[in-house]
Nanobody, 121 residues
Framework: VQLVESGGGLVQAGGSLRLSCRVS????????IGWFRQAPGREPEGVSCMTLDDNSKYYTDSVEGRFTISSDNAKNTVHLQMNNLQPEDTGVYFC???????????????RGQGTQVTVSA
């Protein structure tokens, strides 16, 4: 099993980033793919999540309307488009395979290493 993130970086407030998670070895009929973020000194927070078989989606309240999760099933890749980024969005973002009902807080079954997102004021 592998989950590999890409697309993090440094952006000014109001800017955009697109994260990608390439997934291999995971059954999409069993697991949803979620994005979590962890700010320094804080627990990981579920940001967004989706099922690739029926396209159900979850967003935490703070990103609703700004972030969009999508998938390219042919490439086994899940994207997170992040618009109007704010300093409070800063953190390490990682993707994870987990049961749909656990998208808000986890736990996850498998996770990637993560990618840093830094939003300057």
């Amino acid at each position: 099993v592998q989950l590999v993130e890409s697309g993090g970086g440094l952006v000014q407030a109001g800017g955009s980033l697109r994260l990608s998670c390439r997934v291999s070895g995971v059954s999409f009929s069993t697991y949803a793919i979620g994005w979590f973020r962890q700010a320094p000194g804080r627990e990981p927070e579920g940001v967004s999540c989706m099922t690739l078989d029926d396209n159900s989606k979850y967003y935490t309240d703070s990103v609703e309307g700004r972030f969009t999760i999508s998938s390219d099933n042919a490439k086994n890749t899940v994207h997170l488009q992040m618009n109007n980024l704010q300093p409070e969005d800063t953190g390490v973002y990682f993707c994870a395979a987990l049961y749909w009902g656990l998208c808000k807080e986890g736990p996850w079954r498998f996770r990637g290493q993560g990618t840093q997102v830094t939003v300057s004021a």
